[in-house]
């Protein structure tokens, strides 16, 4: 492409570049939208309040078109100084050079312009109160009773002195159970305890089998988040849909034997076939597992069914002490935010656990006593404003990755027919 159409390689490479996080983001089991180019830029607020417009693709795009120009601009000044031997310096800029400058700068204006316009959010109509609980102990299989009752001991004595503020809800993380809410001791535990807090639970763990028997082979759980009312009732469960290859299910199992060191997994979850709304006093909410924040169409589909805020459950405890917490997952969630114009209410397992504004303000997380917000235990309450109105993202999804597809589709197809432009001396 560079060859045959040097100058239309301001828009060419930053296209290919989407092009390339696209299909990586959305390739069979393989997706995996982690660590994008535009991810990088989640403290830089002014900059990604446009993905409410593009997704994380249109920041990607920018950097790129950035980049871009100043990868070409010694090429340019060679190339001019070839064409303009003995000229000053001022004399190197070839047109070509011109038409990119003029390009990546109003592409820059545009994005700060529409940052700055966007940045101060507008005062919200309505308001909720919300607890998020990091207990800082993690779960595993077949836990003996006395560690279930320390394990639920634990997200108690936290929740209890969350209620001190009267949250209409209370999160817990992802895999917070420490057995099926089917279990005796976890089920008694858990309404009596939404009773004597007088607050909605969310609660994550391993779902039922959703009506079906159990038969030899099959899969016999959920991931799942279930939402008891202050009377201690079952008001309703979300089933995760999006399902991690190889560690709640083994794709292609029946085509492909995979060796064990890529997957051992002895039984699959059922994957949810359904965006579950919940909804309390005043407000509707959804709650997306673990992974499933990665992926922008589907976080978008439980906004625009009607989700006025979401409450993001994750459990990251394998990624031990690493940035990948602090500088990957938590960016993530921030895109997520400003695609949507949606508070995010996160609770993480070991951490970070806080809360995200509209505009992808980290508010405020968990932090122990030395201010690390990871392996630390708990409890923070927040006003989370209501979600009013559906952004351009939530209603039409990538179109601009689309319509950035489809313009360097036609810039290649171009490159292939037209003879080689003036730029090739270079």
């Known amino acids: 492409m560079a060859r045959k159409r040097g100058p239309w390689m301001i828009v060419g490479a930053p296209g290919l570049w989407v092009i390339q996080e696209y299909v990586r983001s959305n390739f069979f089991f393989l997706s995996m939208p982690w660590n994008l180019l535009g991810h990088s830029q989640h403290l830089h607020l002014i900059f990604i309040q446009i993905a409410d417009i593009t997704g994380v693709y249109g920041i990607s795009f920018g950097i790129v078109?950035?980049?871009?120009?100043?990868?070409?601009?010694?090429?340019?000044?060679?190339?001019?100084?070839?064409?303009?031997?003995?000229?000053?310096i001022n004399s190197f800029f070839p047109k070509e050079g011109v038409i990119n400058l003029i390009v990546t700068a109003i592409t820059f204006a545009i994005v700060i312009f529409y940052?700055?316009?966007?940045?101060?959010?507008?005062?919200?109509?309505?308001?909720?109160?919300?607890?998020?609980?990091?207990?800082?102990?993690?779960?595993?299989?077949?836990?003996?009773?006395?560690?279930?009752?320390?394990?639920?001991?634990?997200y108690e004595q936290l929740t209890l002195k969350a209620a001190q503020e009267n949250p209409i809800l209370i999160v817990w993380p992802a895999s917070s159970l420490p057995a099926p809410l089917s279990s005796r001791i976890v089920r008694v535990h858990i309404l009596q305890l939404a009773h004597e807090t007088g607050s909605y639970l969310l609660v994550g763990g391993a779902g039922q089998e959703k009506g079906q028997l159990r038969v030899q082979g099959d899969s016999t759980y959920s991931n799942s988040e279930f939402l008891i009312s202050p009377s201690g009732r079952l008001e309703k469960q979300y089933h995760k849909i999006k399902l991690l290859p190889f560690n709640e299910y083994v794709p292609l199992k029946n085509t492909i034997k995979w060796p064990a060191w890529i997957s051992a997994l002895e039984e699959e979850a059922i994957p949810g076939d359904e965006y579950t709304l919940f909804q309390i006093p005043s407000a509707t909410f959804a709650t997306p597992i673990c992974w499933e924040n990665m992926f922008p169409d589907l976080f978008r589909q439980f906004v625009k069914k009607g989700a006025q805020f979401i409450a993001s459950v994750t459990n990251e405890e394998f990624f031990k002490d690493t940035r990948?917490?602090?500088?990957?997952?938590?960016a993530i969630n921030v895109f997520r935010a400003v695609e949507n114009r949606v508070y995010i209410v996160r609770a993480a397992t070991t951490g970070i656990s806080g809360f995200i504004d509209a505009a992808g303000r980290i508010v405020e997380t968990i932090k122990g006593d030395n201010g690390e917000m990871l392996f630390v235990s708990g409890?923070?309450?927040?006003?989370?404003?209501?979600?009013?109105?559906?952004?351009?993202?939530?209603?039409?999804?990538?179109?601009?990755?689309?319509?950035?597809?489809?313009l360097t589709g036609f810039i290649l197809i171009v490159s292939f027919k037209h003879k080689r432009e003036k730029l090739d001396e270079f």
């Open 324 to 330: 990948v917490p602090y500088l990957q997952s938590l």
């Open 379 to 406: 409890a923070l309450v927040k006003e989370v404003p209501l979600l009013t109105e559906n952004t351009f993202y939530t209603r039409f999804g990538d179109v601009f990755a689309y319509i950035i597809m489809i």
């Open 115 to 154: 940052g700055w316009t966007k940045l101060p959010l507008p005062p919200h109509k309505m308001s909720i109160r919300v607890a998020v609980i990091q207990a800082n102990v993690v779960t595993r299989r077949n836990m003996p009773i006395s560690e279930q009752l320390i394990h639920l001991k634990a």
């Open 65 to 88: 078109i950035v980049n871009q120009f100043l990868s070409q601009v010694p090429d340019f000044f060679r190339y001019s100084k070839k064409r303009n031997p003995g000229t000053g």
